[in-house]
C-alpha cells in the first residue's frame, strides 16, 4: 500500500505525524511525503523513515501565486504515484491535495483530512464563520475521511458535513521522549543558563502576533519584582524575534526572559521547568500542553478552545485573558508560593494527558486507517 502525506510545510510532518509514519512502516506501507521544504529554517528537524520526498512550493497564505504552481505539480505527483491513501493537513495543503485528488478519489483512493483546528469555533469572529465554514463544508464532499482533533470540532463536523468524521485525541505526545531523561541532561542545560536556584517559566511556539508572547514578558515585570530568582524561557523562532527582543531591553528584563530560539531538545527544558504558560490567541490542540501535562507541570494559560479542551480551571492549571499580563503574573506567583498547589495541579494535569499521548492515538489512527 502507498500512502502519500501533504502539508504546507515539511516541518508540520516532521513535527507531528512521525510516529503515525513509524506505525504504517511497520505495517509494511510505502509512504511519500509532500510539502515545501523548510527544514533549513527548524534547526535540526528532518523527516526519517519515509520512502520519497516532493518539495512542493506551497505558501501559507491562500491568495499566492506560488499555490497554483503548487497545485499543478502535487496533482502530476498523485496522478503518477497512484496512492491507495492520501492524508492531508493544513489549510492550504488540505485545500489544494483535495482538490487536486479529486479524481483518483472517485478511483478509490482514500483521502482523509486532519482539521488541526477549524478557524470557525464558538467565540470565533463572524468573519470566520462567513469565509471558513462554507470552504470547509463544500470540501468535505470532496474528502472520504474528516479527522478532528476536539470534541468540539468533531460535534460540529458530525453535524454538518458530508463525510465521515473521526475524533483523535490530537496528534499523540511522544511518550518515550518525554518520559526518559537523564540527570546529565539536565545538569548541562541548567548550567548552560545558569537556572540553578530559579523559578523557570517556560513558553514554547513560534514566535509570532498570535502566540503572544509580548503579554507573557509585560507579565514578568511583575512576577520578577515579586519573584526575583523567576526566569522565563520562550522556545522557538519566528518573525516576532527582533519586536520581543527590543521589547525585553526596553524594559531591562535580559536578566529575567531568555529566547532560546528553535529547540530540538525541548523535553529537557519541559522537565527543568517549574510551571508552562502560553498566552496564544488561537489553538487547535496544543501539544506543548499536552508535553507539560505529561510531565506533571502545571499550566497557566489563555483561554482559547484549545487551551479549554485540555485544561480545566483550578483543577489542573489556570486559564487567563490572552491579553491580560497582570492575570498572568497573579497565578504565577500565586504558584511559586504554593508547592503543593503546585505538585497537584501537575498530578491532575498527568491523569488528563493519557488519553492524548502516542499509544493511544495511535490506537485512534489506526481505527481512521482501517488498519486490523
Given at each position: 500500500m502507498k500512502i502519500l502525506y501533504v502539508a504546507t510545510v515539511q516541518s508540520h510532518i516532521a513535527q507531528f505525524h512521525l510516529r503515525a509514519i513509524d506505525m504504517l512502516k511497520e505495517k509494511g506501507y510505502e509512504i511519500h511525503v509532500a510539502a515545501r521544504d523548510n527544514l533549513a529554517e527548524k534547526n535540526g528537524l528532518r523527516l526519517r523513515n519515509v520512502d520519497r520526498v516532493f518539495n512542493i512550493p506551497f505558501e501559507r497564505s491562500p491568495f499566492q501565486m506560488n499555490n497554483i504552481r503548487a497545485y499543478r505539480q502535487l496533482k502530476q505527483v498523485i496522478t503518477q504515484g497512484k496512492y491507495d491513501v492520501i492524508h492531508c493537513n493544513t489549510p492550504v495543503g488540505g485545500i489544494l491535495t483535495r482538490l487536486a485528488a479529486n479524481r483518483s478519489r472517485k478511483?478509490?483512493?482514500?483521502?482523509?483530512?486532519?482539521?488541526?483546528?477549524?478557524?470557525?469555533?464558538?467565540?470565533?469572529?463572524?468573519?470566520?464563520?462567513?469565509?471558513?465554514?462554507?470552504?470547509e463544508k463544500f470540501m468535505s464532499g470532496f474528502t472520504s475521511r474528516l479527522v478532528t482533533i476536539t470534541e468540539e470540532d468533531f460535534q460540529l463536523a458530525r453535524r454538518k458535513f458530508k463525510c465521515p468524521v473521526y475524533r483523535i485525541h490530537g496528534v499523540g505526545a511522544n511518550s518515550e521522549k518525554y518520559g526518559r531523561i537523564r540527570a546529565d541532561e539536565l545538569d548541562a542545560v541548567t548550567k548552560r543558563f545558569n537556572l540553578e536556584g530559579k523559578f523557570v517559566l517556560l513558553c514554547t511556539g513560534e514566535l509570532n502576533q498570535n502566540?503572544?508572547?509580548?503579554?507573557?514578558?509585560?507579565?514578568?515585570?511583575?512576577?520578577?519584582?515579586?519573584?526575583?530568582?523567576?526566569?522565563?524561557?520562550?522556545?522557538?523562532?519566528?518573525?516576532?524575534?527582533?519586536?520581543?527582543e527590543e521589547q525585553i531591553r526596553n524594559n531591562n528584563l535580559q536578566a529575567y526572559v531568555k529566547l532560546l530560539g528553535y529547540v530540538t531538545d525541548l523535553e529537557k527544558y519541559v522537565h527543568l521547568a517549574d510551571v508552562i504558560i502560553s498566552a496564544s490567541y488561537r489553538e487547535g490542540l496544543p501539544l506543548n500542553i499536552v508535553e507539560a501535562m505529561y510531565c506533571k507541570k502545571p499550566v497557566v494559560a489563555s483561554v482559547n478552545r484549545g487551551h479549554r479542551e485540555l485544561i480545566e480551571d483550578g483543577t489542573d492549571g489556570y486559564l487567563v485573558p490572552a491579553a491580560d499580563p497582570a492575570a498572568f503574573a497573579d497565578k504565577i506567583v500565586a504558584l511559586a508560593k504554593d508547592s503543593a498547589l503546585r505538585s497537584r495541579f501537575g498530578q491532575q494535569g498527568y491523569i488528563k494527558a493519557q488519553r492524548y499521548m502516542d499509544t493511544n492515538v495511535l490506537q485512534e489512527l489506526k481505527e481512521v486507517y482501517e488498519i486490523k
Open positions: 478511483n478509490g483512493t482514500v483521502v482523509i483530512y486532519t482539521a488541526h483546528g477549524f478557524h470557525f469555533y464558538k467565540g470565533a469572529p463572524l468573519k470566520n464563520w462567513l469565509v471558513f465554514y462554507p470552504i502566540k503572544n508572547q509580548k503579554t507573557l514578558i509585560e507579565a514578568m515585570k511583575i512576577v520578577s519584582r515579586k519573584i526575583p530568582d523567576s526566569i522565563l524561557l520562550l522556545a522557538g523562532n519566528g518573525p516576532a524575534k527582533d519586536a520581543l
